[in-house]
Structure formats: structure tokens, C-alpha cells
């Protein structure tokens, strides 16, 4: 699955967020949920549901009725956010360490790819917040140090108009850091959980 068609997705919903950003907050769902529905992740990239959340936990958005949520029983849009939905899900619970964040393709321009980093690591974190993880300081030291790095690069900005190969080098580490180290994230929060992804809930 590409950018390229998630990005075409939300656009025709009505989301107003990129591809990036979406699987970002997904992760950061999962990594603090172990479990979220499908349409609670679609709920909250919509902005007008963000103040609806009252809880720390996620799924209580489905009770929002919005047109955004009836697109996902029908029509191709839909489809797709519910396979990436349960990609991401199966990623997290398989043991193979086979999660990878869903960034623009190497044909794309290195500052673009580094931005859009940056945005799936803010991302990310809000999702992280909104399943109530909000206090890095109560997490397992090695999650709490991963996240903190997270912030870090939520922040990171274009590099250099011609970058280099270094520079390319760079931003391969980068995202492979952030691959495993998310991947740690949702492992040491629910290596032990009864709310780890179960096959039934990631083929629901």
C-alpha cells in the first residue's frame, strides 16, 4: 500500500490529514491501546471529533455518527482504510518485527521524505495522547527514552536543497529507528496484555 493511494482516500473522505499523518496516529493508537476499531481511528482524523473525546480510550468515538464513518461500510475508500487498518494491526501482533511507517517513496524528494517523517512522528505522539499516554515519565525507561526521541524528531525541518548521499544515508537510520523503536514501544507495553491484537480482532 502507497501514500500516493491512502492520500487520494482521505481526500475524497473529507479527511483533512495525509496519508502520513494517518498512519502515524494509528500506530500511536495502537502502541498506547493495543487495540483500536477502525472507525474510532477514522473518527479522530476528523477534527470536528477531536473534542468528543472524553476518554482515554479511543473506541468510545464510535458512537459518533459522522459521514465519514458510514463511508467505511461501502465504497472503495473505505475499503482501503480498513485493509491498511488491519495491515498496521497485523504488523504490530505478528512477532516478525515486520511494522514499517508509511512514508513517501524514494522517488520523492528528500526534504519532502524528511518532513513527512517528521509529521508521522507528531502524529504518532498524538495518537500515543489520545490513548492516554500522555506522562513519558511513568513509561518503562527505554519506551519513555524512545518517545522522548520521537519528539525530538517531530520537530525535524527540510535539510539541505541538494542533499547528499550522507544526507540520504541519515534519513534511512532515521526511519529505521523510528520502525523499531515503535515496534519496542508496542511490544513493551503489551508484550503481557490481553489487549495485544488478537488474529480475531485483526480480521474483524
Not at 50 to 59: E, G, K, M, R, W
Not at 119 to 129: I, K, Y
Not at 175 to 183: A, D, K, S
Request: charged content about 25%; overall charge negative; proline content about 4%.
Amino acid at each position: 500500500m502507497n501514500t500516493a493511494s491512502v492520500e487520494d482516500a482521505l481526500s475524497r473522505l473529507g479527511l483533512m490529514v495525509s496519508a502520513t499523518e494517518g498512519h502515524g496516529l494509528l500506530c500511536g493508537l495502537i502502541c498506547a491501546c493495543g487495540y483500536v476499531e477502525c472507525e474510532a481511528w477514522v473518527a479522530l482524523m476528523d477534527e470536528e471529533n477531536i473534542d468528543q473525546l472524553t476518554s482515554d480510550d479511543p473506541n468510545d468515538l464510535i458512537s459518533t455518527q459522522g459521514t465519514h464513518l458510514d463511508s467505511l461500510e461501502a465504497g472503495e475508500d473505505g475499503k482501503l482504510l480498513r485493509a491498511l487498518h488491519r495491515e498496521t494491526l497485523s504488523q504490530f501482533s505478528s512477532g516478525e518485527c515486520d511494522f514499517y511507517p508509511l512514508l513517501p517513496d524514494d522517488d520523492t524528494p528528500l526534504d519532502e521524505r524528511t518532513e513527512e517523517l517528521g509529521a508521522w512522528c507528531q502524529a504518532f505522539l498524538f495518537g500515543l495522547a489520545a490513548g492516554g499516554i500522555k506522562d513519558f515519565s511513568t513509561l518503562p525507561e527505554q519506551v519513555g527514552e524512545i518517545s522522548r526521541d520521537l519528539i525530538e524528531l517531530s520537530q525535524i525541518g527540510p535539510g539541505a536543497e541538494e542533499p547528499t548521499e550522507q544526507d540520504e544515508f541519515s534519513y534511512v537510520e532515521l526511519v529505521e529507528y523510528v520502525r523499531i523503536g515503535v515496534q519496542l514501544i508496542f511490544e513493551e507495553l503489551h508484550s503481557n496484555s490481553s489487549d495485544e491484537p488478537s488474529e480475531d480482532k485483526v480480521l474483524h
